[in-house]
């Protein structure tokens, strides 16, 4: 899976370009969109369906397959070019079944249409159920949309598509805060595509602020996709574009996601506003929950702008608020990791006591079930610093290494960049200048490629990097230095955490 800003060595991206849920392609011509995918242009041997080109002789083919299946076989053919991206059973079972394809046999005809117009998939994840998937190609989904337009039914298979979508994103929320994460976060890409087609209000069937309160619950339903896995800014788009369109009041939650999405775009002053509107939010609904979030948002905010005492004292108050299972956002645990990060230059005592609360809070370290696994990232970021400033370097490198690691395993540029740059000035101070100069060079190509040119980092960053980058300019000359930022770059973080 696509962690956001670069590929794993053990994760492939699968995702599929495509248009609105079922969206029909036009088959008479015209402009060619992304929200809506058409023929083009009238060429003789090619035209392009949802991004893709597809020849006229494939599509010949696929109406040829279509003529020679029986009735359900054609009904479920039409029901499932709603599908943007892959499927399973269980899809197939709730967006398709209805009194003309009853629940009961709905998969026996599932079984007889695969060879004639479904490709079998394997992009299940680890630890799940190994059970069939599907992917229906680009030609036979055409003929399936045009016919399912002709017979009526597209409307309602949309709404039942975007229904579907909302149970799939509150699924992959609960994995999150039981302690699933990688779970969560794999199922949350794979399933990308038809959660992407959900999230987009325009394609709705009816109007667009019926729907829009769809799009924001998904978006906000996968906020740690969007925050914790490398896809801020995609998060940020979708959702502005949902609330832009929704009717009423958006609700607290929805607001401190797009706070927090602010923050971490760079922009903490646009994210006060809508915390302000979030608290006010808040209190009109009665959503106590969404107190505790806020509270930890606004101990984040102070976090990055270099205000350690406040945001300890912010994230002090987001433990008081919190539940003991939080069942939505940042954990217990995420709490701690931050009191420990603000205090850990300027009273370590208090930081390490912070990580020993941690340790012992059962329901900071464990979600219900399973380790949180981004808290405990940052955690061993402030482990590095605590382990520094007692002249155990060895330690510290390790500990800024395992955060470094597990920041790339999840997705988070922020905390690999911030990880990294730490790790530098471990390097420095070992005397392993070439190793810290790599870092710092990866780090930049790191940045540039997500964030841009108006992103500031986090004022903890800021100080390490400066005090990497003073020592580096003592320490070796302009080319030389530049040539190893260059190396740094080439090589890539995935390669270099995994040296000693």
Same mark, same amino acid.
């Given at each position: 899976?696509?962690?956001?800003?670069?590929?794993?060595?053990?994760?492939?991206?699968? *995702?599929?370009?495509?248009?609105?849920?079922?969206?029909?392609?036009?088959?008479? %011509?015209?402009?060619? *969109?992304?929200?809506?995918?058409? !023929?083009?242009?009238?060429? @003789?041997?090619?035209?392009?369906?949802?991004?893709?080109?597809?020849?006229?002789?494939?599509?010949?083919?696929?109406?040829?397959?279509?003529? =020679?299946?029986?009735?359900?076989?054609?009904?479920?053919?039409?029901?499932?070019?709603? +599908? #943007?991206?892959? +499927?399973?059973?269980?899809?197939?079972?709730?967006?398709?079944?209805?009194?003309?394809?009853?629940?009961?046999?709905?998969?026996?005809?599932?079984?007889?249409?695969?060879?004639?117009?479904?490709?079998?998939?394997?992009?299940? +994840?680890?630890?799940?159920?190994?059970?069939?998937?599907?992917? $229906?190609?680009?030609?036979?989904?055409?003929?399936?949309? =045009?016919?399912?337009?002709?017979?009526?039914?597209?409307?309602?298979?949309?709404?039942?598509?975007?229904?579907?979508?909302?149970?799939?994103?509150?699924?992959?929320?609960?994995?999150?805060? /039981?302690?699933?994460?990688?779970?969560?976060?794999?199922?949350?890409?794979?399933?990308?595509?038809?959660?992407?087609?959900?999230?987009?209000?325009?394609?709705?069937?009816? @109007?667009?602020?019926?729907?829009?309160?769809?799009?924001? #619950?998904?978006?906000?339903?996968?906020?740690?996709?969007?925050?914790?896995? %490398?896809?801020?800014?995609?998060?940020?788009?979708?959702?502005?574009?949902?609330?832009?369109?929704?009717?009423?009041?958006?609700?607290?939650?929805?607001? !401190?996601?797009?706070?927090?999405?602010?923050?971490?775009?760079?922009?903490?002053?646009?994210?006060?506003?809508?915390?302000?509107? @979030?608290?006010?939010?808040?209190?009109?609904?009665?959503?106590?929950?969404?107190?505790?979030?806020?509270?930890?948002?606004?101990?984040? *905010?102070?976090?990055?702008?270099?205000?350690?005492?406040?945001?300890?004292?912010?994230?002090?108050?987001?433990?008081?608020? $919190?539940?003991?299972?939080?069942?939505?956002?940042?954990?217990?645990?995420?709490?701690?990791?931050?009191?420990?990060?603000?205090?850990?230059?300027?009273?370590?005592?208090?930081?390490?006591?912070?990580?020993?609360?941690?340790?012992?809070?059962?329901?900071? =370290?464990?979600?219900?079930?399973?380790?949180? $696994?981004?808290?405990?990232?940052?955690?061993?970021?402030?482990?590095?610093?605590?382990?520094? !400033?007692?002249?155990?370097?060895?330690?510290?490198?390790?500990?800024?290494?395992?955060?470094?690691?597990?920041?790339?395993?999840?997705?988070?540029?922020?905390?690999?960049?911030?990880?990294?740059?730490?790790?530098?000035?471990?390097?420095?101070?070992?005397?392993?200048?070439?190793?810290?100069?790599?870092?710092?060079?990866?780090?930049?190509?790191?940045? *540039?490629?997500?964030?841009?040119?108006?992103?500031?980092?986090?004022?903890?960053?800021?100080?390490?990097?400066?005090? /990497?980058?003073?020592?580096?300019?003592?320490?070796?000359?302009?080319?030389?230095?530049?040539?190893?930022?260059?190396?740094?770059?080439?090589?890539?973080?995935?390669?270099?955490?995994?040296?000693?």
């Amino acid at each position: 899976m696509r962690m956001g800003f670069e590929d794993p060595p053990e994760a492939a991206e699968r *995702t599929f370009r495509g248009g609105p849920a079922g969206g029909e392609p036009t088959l008479r %011509g015209g402009p060619v *969109t992304e929200e809506r995918p058409s !023929w083009g242009a009238p060429v @003789a041997e090619e035209r392009l369906l949802w991004g893709e080109p597809v020849s006229a002789d494939q599509i010949a083919a696929a109406e040829r397959g279509y003529d =020679r299946c029986g009735p359900a076989e054609r009904i479920l053919w039409e029901r499932l070019s709603v +599908f #943007e991206g892959t +499927f399973g059973r269980d899809a197939v079972h709730e967006v398709c079944a209805s009194w003309t394809l009853p629940p009961r046999t709905v998969l026996a005809v599932l079984d007889r249409l695969v060879p004639l117009a479904l490709l079998p998939v394997d992009d299940l +994840f680890a630890g799940e159920d190994d059970v069939p998937r599907y992917w $229906m190609p680009h030609p036979m989904r055409a003929v399936g949309a =045009r016919r399912l337009t002709e017979r009526g039914d597209r409307p309602d298979l949309v709404l039942r598509h975007r229904r579907w979508c909302v149970k799939l994103a509150r699924r992959a929320a609960d994995w999150w805060q /039981s302690g699933r994460q990688l779970d969560a976060r794999d199922l949350a890409l794979r399933e990308l595509p038809d959660l992407a087609a959900a999230m987009d209000p325009t394609t709705a069937p009816h @109007a667009r602020d019926d729907e829009a309160g769809t799009a924001v #619950e998904i978006a906000v339903s996968l906020w740690f996709l969007w925050v914790v896995c %490398g896809r801020v800014a995609e998060g940020r788009t979708r959702l502005r574009h949902a609330l832009a369109l929704l009717g009423g009041e958006p609700t607290a939650r929805a607001l !401190w996601l797009a706070a927090f999405l602010e923050l971490e775009s760079g922009r903490p002053e646009e994210a006060d506003p809508l915390l302000v509107r @979030a608290w006010a939010a808040a209190v009109r609904d009665g959503d106590g929950g969404a107190l505790g979030l806020l509270a930890h948002l606004r101990g984040s *905010t102070a976090l990055y702008q270099g205000r350690t005492r406040a945001a300890a004292e912010e994230f002090r108050e987001a433990l008081a608020l $919190m539940e003991e299972y939080p069942d939505f956002g940042p954990t217990r645990h995420a709490c701690w990791a931050g009191i420990a990060l603000a205090l850990c230059r300027t009273d370590p005592e208090a930081a390490q006591e912070a990580l020993d609360r941690a340790d012992l809070d059962r329901e900071s =370290r464990w979600s219900r079930r399973g380790r949180d $696994m981004h808290a405990e990232a940052w955690a061993y970021i402030a482990r590095a610093e605590l382990a520094a !400033w007692d002249g155990d370097l060895e330690r510290a490198a390790e500990h800024a290494r395992r955060a470094l690691r597990e920041h790339l395993r999840m997705g988070s540029a922020a905390g690999a960049a911030g990880a990294a740059e730490l790790l530098a000035q471990v390097r420095v101070s070992a005397g392993r200048r070439d190793a810290a100069a790599h870092l710092l060079g990866a780090v930049d190509l790191l940045r *540039t490629s997500v964030f841009d040119t108006s992103y500031r980092p986090a004022e903890f960053c800021v100080v390490t990097r400066a005090r /990497s980058e003073r020592a580096l300019r003592l320490l070796l000359g302009g080319r030389e230095l530049r040539y190893a930022y260059e190396e740094g770059a080439r090589r890539g973080l995935f390669t270099l955490a995994g040296e000693a």
